[in-house]
Protein backbone atom coordinates (compact mmCIF):
# COMPACT_ATOMS: atom_id res chain seq x y z
CA UNK A 1 0.00 0.00 0.00
CA UNK A 2 1.33 3.30 -1.27
CA UNK A 3 2.49 5.75 1.39
CA UNK A 4 3.22 9.51 1.76
CA UNK A 5 4.17 10.94 5.27
CA UNK A 6 4.91 14.28 5.94
CA UNK A 7 6.17 16.22 8.84
CA UNK A 8 8.29 18.70 9.78
CA UNK A 9 5.81 21.95 9.89
CA UNK A 10 5.29 24.12 12.79
CA UNK A 11 5.37 27.71 13.64
CA UNK A 12 8.15 29.71 12.47
CA UNK A 13 9.22 34.17 12.54
CA UNK A 14 9.96 35.19 9.33
CA UNK A 15 13.42 34.73 8.17
CA UNK A 16 13.40 31.08 9.80
CA UNK A 17 13.83 28.28 8.43
CA UNK A 18 12.09 24.77 8.86
CA UNK A 19 12.78 21.41 7.27
CA UNK A 20 9.95 19.16 5.35
CA UNK A 21 10.28 15.80 4.92
CA UNK A 22 7.91 13.17 2.84
CA UNK A 23 8.83 9.40 4.01
CA UNK A 24 7.20 6.97 1.33
CA UNK A 25 6.27 3.29 1.66
CA UNK A 26 4.90 0.82 -0.95
CA UNK A 27 6.23 1.31 -3.93
CA UNK A 28 9.47 1.43 -5.55
CA UNK A 29 10.95 5.34 -4.48
CA UNK A 30 13.24 5.93 -6.79
CA UNK A 31 11.72 5.42 -9.87
CA UNK A 32 9.38 8.86 -9.29
CA UNK A 33 9.65 11.79 -9.58
CA UNK A 34 8.16 13.75 -6.61
CA UNK A 35 6.71 17.14 -6.19
CA UNK A 36 5.83 19.40 -3.44
CA UNK A 37 2.76 21.26 -3.16
CA UNK A 38 1.10 23.89 -1.09
CA UNK A 39 -2.10 25.80 -0.65
CA UNK A 40 -3.38 28.38 1.77
CA UNK A 41 -6.43 29.28 2.99
CA UNK A 42 -9.33 30.34 0.22
CA UNK A 43 -6.32 30.20 -2.62
CA UNK A 44 -5.63 27.05 -5.19
CA UNK A 45 -2.95 24.73 -4.79
CA UNK A 46 0.50 25.80 -5.74
CA UNK A 47 3.57 23.80 -7.43
CA UNK A 48 6.66 24.55 -4.99
CA UNK A 49 9.33 22.15 -6.48
CA UNK A 50 10.20 19.07 -8.14
CA UNK A 51 12.55 16.73 -8.26
CA UNK A 52 13.91 13.80 -10.42
CA UNK A 53 13.92 10.51 -9.57
CA UNK A 54 17.38 10.14 -9.13
CA UNK A 55 17.66 13.96 -7.26
CA UNK A 56 19.57 15.04 -10.23
CA UNK A 57 16.90 17.64 -11.82
CA UNK A 58 14.73 20.23 -9.67
CA UNK A 59 12.33 22.79 -10.67
CA UNK A 60 11.10 25.51 -7.82
CA UNK A 61 8.17 28.33 -7.82
CA UNK A 62 9.58 31.59 -8.84
CA UNK A 63 8.44 32.74 -5.04
CA UNK A 64 10.89 30.45 -3.67
CA UNK A 65 13.75 30.23 -6.09
CA UNK A 66 17.13 30.77 -4.03
CA UNK A 67 15.26 30.26 -0.28
CA UNK A 68 13.37 26.54 -0.73
CA UNK A 69 15.88 23.39 -1.86
CA UNK A 70 14.83 20.10 -2.48
CA UNK A 71 16.77 16.74 -2.03
CA UNK A 72 15.87 13.28 -1.50
CA UNK A 73 17.38 9.94 -0.26
CA UNK A 74 16.32 7.04 -2.30
CA UNK A 75 17.81 4.48 0.40
CA UNK A 76 15.51 6.19 3.50
CA UNK A 77 12.55 6.75 0.67
CA UNK A 78 12.60 10.20 1.91
CA UNK A 79 12.13 13.76 0.03
CA UNK A 80 12.99 16.84 2.22
CA UNK A 81 12.09 20.39 1.55
CA UNK A 82 14.34 22.81 2.97
CA UNK A 83 12.60 26.30 3.73
CA UNK A 84 15.31 29.15 4.16
CA UNK A 85 14.26 33.44 5.06
CA UNK A 86 10.70 32.29 5.09
CA UNK A 87 7.74 34.86 4.89
CA UNK A 88 4.37 35.31 5.77
CA UNK A 89 3.14 34.06 2.28
CA UNK A 90 4.88 30.84 2.62
CA UNK A 91 2.01 29.87 5.30
CA UNK A 92 0.13 27.02 4.02
CA UNK A 93 -0.63 23.90 4.48
CA UNK A 94 2.71 21.97 2.12
CA UNK A 95 1.54 18.32 0.72
CA UNK A 96 4.48 15.81 -1.21
CA UNK A 97 2.97 13.82 -4.34
CA UNK A 98 4.27 11.69 -6.41
CA UNK A 99 4.60 11.12 -9.85
CA UNK A 100 1.59 8.87 -11.63
CA UNK A 101 4.18 7.79 -14.08
CA UNK A 102 7.83 6.32 -13.47
CA UNK A 103 10.91 7.62 -14.54
CA UNK A 104 8.83 11.42 -15.89
CA UNK A 105 11.65 14.31 -15.75
CA UNK A 106 10.70 17.55 -14.06
CA UNK A 107 10.02 19.20 -16.91
CA UNK A 108 7.30 22.13 -18.09
CA UNK A 109 4.55 20.17 -16.49
CA UNK A 110 5.86 19.93 -12.97
CA UNK A 111 3.58 22.19 -10.92
CA UNK A 112 0.79 20.71 -12.52
CA UNK A 113 -1.30 19.13 -9.46
CA UNK A 114 -2.79 16.48 -11.69
CA UNK A 115 -0.32 14.68 -12.91
CA UNK A 116 0.97 13.33 -9.47
CA UNK A 117 -0.96 10.50 -8.41
CA UNK A 118 -0.59 10.23 -4.51
CA UNK A 119 -0.59 12.84 -2.14
CA UNK A 120 0.74 12.56 1.84
CA UNK A 121 -2.01 14.41 4.21
CA UNK A 122 -0.21 17.36 4.34
CA UNK A 123 1.94 19.44 7.03
CA UNK A 124 1.13 23.30 8.02
CA UNK A 125 3.50 25.71 8.35
CA UNK A 126 2.56 28.90 9.88
CA UNK A 127 5.61 32.10 9.16
CA UNK A 128 4.45 34.27 11.79
CA UNK A 129 5.87 36.86 14.49
Known amino acids: QLQLVESGGGLVQPGGSLRLSCAAS????????VGWFRQAPGKEREGVSC????????NYADSVKGRFTSSRDNAKKTVYLQMNSLKPDDTAIYYC??????????????????????WGQGTQVTVSS
Open 97 to 118: AVDISPHVACDTTWSVPRRYGY
Open 26 to 33: GFTFDYYT
Open 51 to 58: ISNSGGST
